[in-house]
């Protein structure tokens, strides 16, 4: 039962740590849709979601800053778990190198939060069922 259970919750956090890490790349599009032969950068959702079930997240990938002084504090950043970030494809290229379409930015960026809010009302509702069979009368 608790096999079944931490698998939903699994899937769940999974696809909650995807939907954050793409709205990041699509945030980072729009901050330079003005940056001179910035490349647009997107990946495959559905294709990582499948990788992440089937190899599960890489559990180890920190980076370290290096540090000059011992004085320095110690600190450490998770990297990305998609496995590779793609290209966009422009549909008409601009004159300065720049791959960002914001019309088609502004739409991803818009339906994954969607998706992120739908995912997490879908997780919240999940709990409180649990929450609600778990509790005595």
Not at 115 to 121: D, F, K, P, T, W
Request: charged letters at 25%; zero cysteines.
């Amino acid at each position: 039962m608790l096999d079944k259970l931490d698998n939903h919750l699994r899937f769940q956090q999974d696809a909650l740590n995807l939907r954050a890490e793409r709205q990041q790349v699509l945030a980072s599009n729009i901050a330079n849709a003005d940056t001179p032969n910035y490349l647009a950068r997107d990946f495959d959702f559905s294709a990582e979601l499948a990788r992440v079930i089937d190899n599960g997240r890489p559990g180890d990938r920190v980076m370290r800053l290096s540090t000059t002084s011992a004085r320095h504090l110690n600190a450490t950043q998770q990297t990305s778990g998609v496995s590779e970030l793609l290209y966009r494809v422009p549909d008409q290229p601009t004159l300065d190198g720049n791959t960002v379409d914001m019309d088609r930015e502004r739409a991803q960026f818009t339906d994954n939060a969607v998706r992120y809010q739908a995912s997490v009302s879908f997780l919240k509702s999940s709990l409180q069922k649990l929450k609600t069979a778990m509790q005595s009368e």
